[in-house]
C-alpha cells in the first residue's frame, strides 16, 4: 500500500521527474511513492498525501480533481510549482499546504515530517522552509525555498524509468515582464556542470535540455561565453556517435536572438542534430519590446533570422499578440514582422498574451486585436503558416483575469518584492 501518491501529467512529468531524483538522492525510499498519471490510480490506492504540482493556467482541472478526492478520500494534498508559490492563499482554498520556491530540499523535508506526525499539519511544519499551510486558523508561511545549488541533485531518479530533458540551467537575467521563471527562479543563472550533463546524457536516446536561453550556457546569462557553449557540445559527441541525437536550442529550450550569430551557429551546426531553432520575438514593434522589458530589438531579430537561413537553419519565431498597451499600429508592425519572416521561409508560433500572477504584468489588460490581426493570424492559420493557440487562449486569458482580480495576493518571489507594472 502507497501512502504517498504523485499526481504525474504531461504538464509537470518534467518537474516531478527531477523532485524524484532530488528524493531518492537524499535517501528517500521512492517505493513509498505511487507515480502515476491515472487519475483512477490514485483514487483506488486511498493514499495520505497526494502530491500536485501545476501552472495557473490548470488550475480548474485541478480543482475538479481536487473536489474528486476530497469527496472519496481523507488524504492531505499538496501543491507545489508556479502557481502554489505566487498566489499560495489561494491555492490553500483547495490544498492543505503549498509549497513556495524550489522544491528539492523542500519535499524531502516534508515528506519526512508528516511521516513522522501521521500525515498530519501539526507545529512541526514550521521548521520547513518553503511552505503555506494554515495551523489553528492562522495562515502560516515558512519563507521561500531557494536552493543553493541546484546541481547537486540528479536530473532523475536512477531506480525508475522516468527520463525527462535535463535541466541544465536555471534561472533568467532578462526579466521580461510577463515571464514567471526569473521571479521564481532567480536573475542570476546557474548551470549544470558538463560531467553531470554528459553523465545523464547517456541515459536519453534523444539529447534535450531545459533551459531558457541555450547559448548562454556557461555565463551569468547576460552575455555569451562561447568557450563554455562550445565544451558543453563538444564533450557530447561520444554520445551522438553511440547513436543518440542532440537537440539543442529547441524544444523544450530557446535561444534569445541577440545571442545568435554566426560563431553560435557554427557550433551548432557542427556539434547537433537539429536544424531548428526556437526564438521570442514577441512583437515586431520596438517600443513594446521596451515595454515588456524585453531587452533586444527587432533588428536583433531579423538578424538571428537571416543568419538562421544563412546557416540552413529553420527559424522558427514566437510572438505574443494582444500585450499590454499595444496600438493597432504596434500589432501592424508585428503583422509586417511576421509576413517578413515566413517570405523567407521562417515559421511563426503566435500566443495571446495571458496574465500570469507572480509577474510585473500579473494585473495588466490584454489589449484588443484590431480586425487586421485577426483577419493576418486566421488566414496564415488557414494556410499552415503560423502555428499556436491564440484562438483558445484568449477565452483563457480572460478566466485568468478574473482569477487575479477576485484572489490576487502579493507573491513569494526569488528575488523579493515584484514590481507591478500596470
Same mark, same amino acid.
Given at each position: 500500500m502507497h501512502e504517498i501518491a504523485i499526481r504525474m501529467t504531461k504538464r509537470n512529468h518534467n518537474a516531478f521527474v527531477h523532485l524524484l531524483?532530488?528524493?531518492?538522492?537524499?535517501?528517500?525510499?521512492?517505493?513509498?511513492?505511487?507515480?502515476?498519471?491515472?487519475?483512477?490510480?490514485?483514487?483506488? +490506492?486511498? %493514499? &495520505?498525501?497526494? /502530491?500536485?504540482? *501545476?501552472?495557473?493556467?490548470? $488550475?480548474?482541472?485541478? =480543482?475538479?480533481?481536487?473536489?474528486?478526492?476530497?469527496?472519496?478520500?481523507?488524504?492531505?494534498?499538496?501543491?507545489?510549482?508556479?502557481?502554489?508559490? +505566487?498566489? %499560495? &492563499?489561494?491555492? /490553500?482554498?483547495? *490544498?492543505?499546504?503549498?509549497? $513556495?520556491?524550489?522544491? =528539492?530540499?523542500?519535499?524531502?523535508?516534508?515528506?519526512?515530517?508528516?511521516?513522522?506526525?501521521e500525515f498530519r499539519i501539526t507545529e512541526n511544519l514550521l521548521n520547513v522552509r518553503g511552505l503555506a499551510f494554515y495551523l489553528k486558523g492562522e495562515f502560516v508561511f515558512t519563507g521561500f525555498a531557494?536552493?543553493?545549488?541546484?546541481?547537486?541533485?540528479?536530473?532523475?531518479?536512477?531506480?525508475?524509468?522516468?527520463?525527462?530533458?535535463?535541466?541544465?540551467?536555471?534561472?533568467?537575467?532578462?526579466?521580461?515582464y510577463y515571464c514567471q521563471t526569473p521571479y521564481l527562479k532567480g536573475f542570476r543563472m546557474r548551470h549544470r556542470p558538463i560531467d553531470q550533463i554528459v553523465k545523464y546524457s547517456r541515459r536519453m536516446r534523444d539529447m534535450r535540455y531545459i533551459t531558457p536561453n541555450a547559448f548562454a550556457y556557461g555565463s551569468p546569462g547576460g552575455v555569451l561565453r562561447l568557450d563554455k557553449l562550445e565544451a558543453l557540445l563538444k564533450a557530447l559527441q561520444p554520445l551522438r556517435k553511440e547513436g543518440r541525437r542532440l537537440f539543442y536550442g529547441t524544444f523544450p529550450s530557446e535561444v534569445r536572438p541577440e545571442f545568435i550569430k554566426p560563431e553560435t551557429l557554427e557550433l551548432l551546426i557542427k556539434y547537433a542534430d537539429n536544424r531548428r531553432l526556437a526564438i521570442g520575438a514577441q512583437t515586431g514593434d520596438e517600443e513594446m519590446l521596451k515595454k515588456i522589458h524585453r531587452v533586444h530589438t527587432v533588428s536583433h531579430v531579423a538578424e538571428a533570422v537571416e543568419y538562421m537561413l544563412e546557416y540552413g537553419l529553420k527559424p522558427v519565431v514566437d510572438f505574443i499578440v494582444g500585450l499590454p498597451g499595444e496600438s493597432e499600429e504596434s500589432q501592424r508592425k508585428s503583422i509586417e514582422f511576421m509576413k517578413w519572416i515566413m517570405s523567407k521561409g521562417g515559421k511563426v508560433r503566435a500566443h495571446y498574451f495571458m496574465p500570469l500572477p507572480g509577474t510585473p504584468f500579473a494585473r495588466c489588460k490584454p489589449s484588443p486585436l484590431s480586425k487586421e490581426m485577426k483577419r493576418f493570424l486566421g488566414q496564415m492559420a488557414a494556410k499552415g503558416k503560423i502555428e499556436g493557440s491564440w484562438g483558445t487562449q484568449i477565452e483563457l486569458s480572460k478566466k485568468l483575469q478574473r482569477l487575479i482580480e477576485e484572489f490576487y495576493e502579493e507573491p513569494m518571489s526569488y528575488v523579493g518584492s515584484v514590481n507591478e507594472v500596470c
Open positions: 531524483g532530488a528524493l531518492e538522492s537524499q535517501g528517500f525510499d521512492l517505493g513509498e511513492i505511487l507515480v502515476t498519471k491515472n487519475f483512477e490510480d490514485i483514487l483506488n +490506492a486511498r %493514499p &495520505k498525501v497526494v /502530491l500536485y504540482s *501545476f501552472y495557473t493556467e490548470e $488550475i480548474w482541472d485541478v =480543482e475538479r480533481e481536487v473536489k474528486i478526492l476530497r469527496e472519496k478520500t481523507n488524504a492531505l494534498l499538496i501543491a507545489g510549482g508556479y502557481h502554489a508559490t +505566487a498566489m %499560495p &492563499k489561494h491555492t /490553500l482554498r483547495f *490544498f492543505d499546504i503549498a509549497v $513556495i520556491g524550489e522544491g =528539492e530540499e523542500v519535499i524531502f523535508q516534508l515528506l519526512n515530517t508528516l511521516k513522522k506526525s531557494k536552493v543553493d545549488d541546484f546541481t547537486k541533485f540528479p536530473p532523475f531518479a536512477e531506480s525508475l524509468r522516468y527520463i525527462a530533458p535535463i535541466e541544465i540551467s536555471r534561472g533568467c537575467p532578462f526579466a521580461c
